[in-house]
């Protein structure tokens, strides 16, 4: 059999609810340079095979429930079908590994490694163990084989997240071992978030399990580095690329003309997995950062314009991805930028519309609070261009934490119109929250949860999570909004967080009781019975924001009320009295969040 170019692979432990993109991307950028490209899925197939490995039987009915396109959610039996299914995924997974921490539970995959503490040696010594690996089994009798029998001159192994990087790793060494003349690049942008890392002395080891390493985008670097492998060379020439000269690690630059995102390929979803979803969804990234610079974000870090003005793909060239992949069968997509502007939006649907397209395509975005969303005209037009979910970062209502974070775009004066405005025309509205922002009160913090449920009614889901330090934000490059908190020396290596203490009043035990209130009022959302078993945002839109009411209600007839969370009293007295409440009232969480 004739060597593959490339392959793409991507590994267990991630969101079995989404696709990474960058896969898709890459490949089609290959394809298109006349390179054949296989890409080889493993983040959900790894994920059903360890679960398949203890229970196959009943996780295989399981499996098949959460995928099918006939179930009728507004039917009991088929809610009490859904239930069993979340219910036993959840209890298997939990039981699967002693050593490691992993469940998939309340929409997410967890994993963590045992020992890990972000150390390169913690990697080095778990990669040496790698057969006491929880997806070892996976990653030698699966993956390995397959890319194996593809033998590609290039395997290129991407990492999105902390949980892939024992089992991108794990693969890589395996694959160095019985292909040694495939050369293994790693990549994602997660390689963006712990630059620093890259001049540590202990470093250089990781080259033991791969050739390069990419940090910054990877449209120029794989095709350079193809380019590099055709002609037999180093990969000095490769742009922001990590490679090892006698001994010596050397960073390149990133490249100095960052690709156009008008001119990136449709992506190629071939050869990958079905999320756990009734049918496919299927992502489109359309910017190249976001152009916004809040100081506790870094999810952009890995672009070539990152903290600039994103390249921009135009409302034109996104409808032409959209037609071809709606032609090949697609219906609902996922736009993964940061934030995706409201008169793109809407600029979308007019171009669907124009060439007949409209109404079949829905879709779900990462948005801004924008004032014009307390028109309820514009949110109309939002509805008819197909969106079906619109995912808002509101963060907290306090307007000076908002401007300490350099948040400016939100007004939360306008927030409460704008969540009945989208709910009103059909949109499901996701709202995400920061508690333990360094300089908001935990009263602040408390008003916003309080706000949280008083909008209830028309919120769909909702996430609250504490305040954190990427390395690569504004926060963790130059102390920016970090006033009240001290950063601590950086320890962990392969980790993206900074960690940090508070000093002025507030203390990490507070900020942890507000984020399980915070939670307990997400699962008081009037929703929440219903979402909890149809994860994910772009999944839940294929059916109506109506039909999702609809079915609550049922759900409460015929499926038992989740219980309240574990020590929420023991958390609540602790914020009562921090607020000033006195310590012998007995305040449960009913009184607390009025």
């Not at 927030?415 to 602040?444: R, T, W």
């Not at 970090?482 to 980790?495: A, E, F």
């Not at 007995?586 to 009184?591: G, L, N, S, V």
Request: hydrophobic share 40%; charged share 25%.
């Amino acid at each position: 059999m004739k060597r593959m170019d490339a392959v793409i692979a991507t590994t267990p432990g991630i969101s079995v609810w989404q696709h990474p993109l960058a896969p898709a991307m890459l490949a089609a950028v290959l394809v298109e340079k006349g390179y054949k490209v296989v890409q080889v899925d493993g983040h959900i197939e790894g994920i059903e095979y360890v679960l398949r490995e203890k229970n196959s039987g009943e996780i295989c009915k399981a499996l098949q429930i959460v995928r099918d396109p006939d179930l009728d959610i507004t039917k009991k039996e088929d809610l009490i079908k859904l239930d069993w299914a979340r219910k036993k995924i959840e209890l298997s997974s939990r039981n699967i590994s002693p050593s490691s921490h992993f469940e998939v539970a309340n929409n997410h995959v967890s994993y963590s490694p045992s020992g890990r503490d972000y150390s390169i040696e913690w990697l080095l010594n778990a990669i040496d163990d790698r057969k006491n690996n929880l997806f070892y089994p996976y990653l030698s009798r699966v993956m390995l084989p397959r890319i194996k029998e593809l033998n590609p001159r290039v395997c290129g192994i991407t990492i999105g997240h902390d949980t892939q990087i024992l089992t991108a790793f794990i693969l890589g060494s395996m694959i160095k071992e019985k292909m040694p003349d495939t050369k293994v690049v790693y990549g994602g942008n997660y390689f963006a978030q712990v630059q620093n890392i890259f001049s540590l002395p202990d470093f250089r080891e990781m080259f033991r399990f791969g050739d390069c390493f990419v940090y910054a985008e990877g449209f120029q670097p794989i095709i350079e580095i193809m380019k590099a492998v055709d002609q037999n060379q180093d990969f000095k020439e490769v742009s922001g690329a990590i490679w090892i000269n006698n001994g010596r690690v050397i960073k390149n630059e990133p490249t100095c003309s960052p690709y156009s995102f008008e001119k990136i390929p449709t992506p190629i979803f071939i050869g990958i997995e079905q999320q756990w979803s009734p049918e496919p969804i299927y992502p489109l990234y359309t910017s190249s950062n976001c152009p916004f610079g809040c100081n506790f974000c870094a999810i952009a870090a890995g672009s070539d314009t990152y903290r600039c003005p994103p390249r921009i793909m135009t409302p034109k060239r996104v409808v032409e991805h959209m037609v071809k992949l709606i032609d090949k069968g697609a219906r609902i997509f996922e736009f993964a930028d940061e934030s995706m502007p409201v008169a793109k939006i809407i600029a979308i649907g007019q171009g669907l519309k124009k060439i007949g397209y409209d109404g079949r395509a829905i879709f779900a975005a990462l948005m801004n609070a924008e004032e014009c969303l307390s028109d309820i005209n514009i949110c109309q037009a939002l509805y008819n261009s197909g969106l079906r979910c619109a995912q808002i970062g509101i963060e907290t209502i306090s307007t000076s934490s908002l401007k300490d974070q350099n948040k400016f775009g939100n007004k939360p004066t306008h927030y409460k119109m704008m969540i009945q405005n989208l709910a009103s025309v059909g949109i499901q509205v996701h709202l995400f929250i920061i508690v333990g922002l360094p300089d908001e009160s935990v009263a602040d913090s408390l008003a916003t949860l309080t706000f949280l449920k008083e909008c209830g009614d028309d919120i769909t889901t909702a996430i609250v999570s504490r305040f954190r330090i990427p390395k690569m934000s504004r926060a963790g490059l130059t102390g920016a909004g970090t006033d009240g908190i001290v950063i601590k020396p950086d320890m962990k290596p392969w980790s993206a967080n900074l960690d940090f203490e508070y000093v002025d009043g507030k203390s990490g035990h507070q900020v942890d009781a507000l984020r399980e209130i915070g939670r307990q009022v997400c699962i008081d959302l009037p929703l929440h019975q219903v979402t909890s078993l149809l994860a994910e945002h772009a999944n839940r839109i294929r059916w109506s924001l109506s039909k999702l009411r609809i079915a609550a209600e049922i759900s409460h007839s015929c499926l038992p009320s989740e219980e309240q969370l574990f020590h929420l009293d023991r958390e609540t007295r602790k914020i009562a009295r921090c607020i000033g409440k006195s310590k012998n009232t007995e305040i449960t969480y009913r009184d607390l969040i009025k």
